[in-house]
């Protein structure tokens, strides 16, 4: 059975840092690009950054460039998310998601089909 599980959220001061988790399970890891998204309240859900498969790869989105890194370590299956200088407008539900690469690049903008079920990250003081 597929499963991303992610973890390692919470309440965090602005300024703050947290690391992100998703536990991917049930499919062949490697051949997936790997991507984290974000939902606040009211709001669109955006990516925020993503993966390749290999690891080569990396984007993020403008607005936490030079804050945020992504990795993944294949061997475990897991990808991760490093977010630091949090502000209070990174709040959201933060989601992992997978695509099997098409090329070998990874993108925001293209559909993921896998979803976990998110961890929430609420930057306040």
């Known amino acids: 059975q597929l499963q991303l599980v992610e973890s390692g959220g919470g309440l965090v001061q602005p300024g703050g840092s947290l690391r992100l988790s998703c536990a991917a399970s049930?499919?062949?890891?490697?051949?997936?690009?790997m991507a984290w998204f974000r939902q606040a309240p009211g709001k669109e859900r955006e990516g925020v950054s993503c993966?390749?498969?290999?690891?080569?790869?990396?984007d993020y989105a403008d607005s936490v460039k030079g804050r945020f890194t992504i990795s993944r370590d294949n061997a475990k299956g897991m990808v991760y998310l490093q977010v630091n200088g949090l502000k209070p407008e990174d709040t959201a539900v933060y989601y992992c998601?997978?695509?099997?690469?098409?090329?070998?690049?990874?993108?925001?903008?293209?559909?993921?089909?896998?979803w976990g079920q998110g961890t929430q990250v609420t930057v306040s003081s």
């Open positions: 998601a997978a695509r099997r690469r098409v090329s070998s690049l990874c993108s925001l903008f293209v559909d993921y089909t896998y």
């Open positions: 993966i390749s498969r290999g690891g080569i790869n990396t």
């Open positions: 049930g499919f062949t890891f490697y051949d997936y690009h």
